[in-house]
């Protein structure tokens, strides 16, 4: 437990999901029609950011995070990385209908490997202050894969 929680945080399990696009709930049973990825009902929640990323050949965003506001982000054409932890020691393989979610102050990283094609993500932010805090930190050399 030494590595995995720092600072009082416990990186694995603060809240990161990853819903696969083959497990989301479907309105209708043909497949068609509206899928609830996160089902944030209840929240009362009034300012919302609503973007898209596109991630070039090769390219990576530095470590980040956003302050006090909920990011979840799908991903809609090719494939990516995405990573987080204090140093960035946790990482899943995300692809096309895939979505993650990232709770408030959560340090993360989008990663495209492809030497080839752009990945581009759908962003939901649950705040249009455009708060981004860059961190520098040193990224472990061999991250946790998640499922």
């Known amino acids: 437990m030494t590595e995995l929680i720092m600072h009082g945080r416990d990186w ?3 809240g990161v999901k990853v819903v696969r696009a083959a497990t ?9 029609g509206r899928a609830t990825a996160f089902d944030f009902e209840g929240t009362g929640g009034s300012k919302i950011w609503i973007g ?18 909920e990011v ?3 991903v809609s054409k090719g494939r990516s990385q ?18 993650v979610y990232f709770p ?10 492809d030497p080839d094609e752009a990945v ?18 040193e990224p472990v050399g061999h991250p946790e894969t998640i499922c």
Do not use: K
């Open 82 to 99: 995405i990573r987080w932890g204090e140093h960035l020691e946790y990482v899943s393989d995300v692809g096309p209908g895939d979505f």
């Open 24 to 32: 989301q709930q479907r309105a209708s049973a043909s497949g068609r």
């Open 120 to 137: 581009d993500f759908v962003v939901v932010r649950s705040d249009n202050s455009g708060i981004r805090v860059d961190l520098d930190v």
């Open 72 to 74: 979840a982000i799908y």
């Open 52 to 69: 898209t990323v596109t991630l070039q050949p090769n390219e990576r965003t530095g470590a980040h995070h956003h302050g006090p506001h």
């Open 12 to 14: 694995r399990n603060r």
């Open 104 to 113: 408030p102050e959560v340090p993360h990283q989008e990663l495209n490997p």
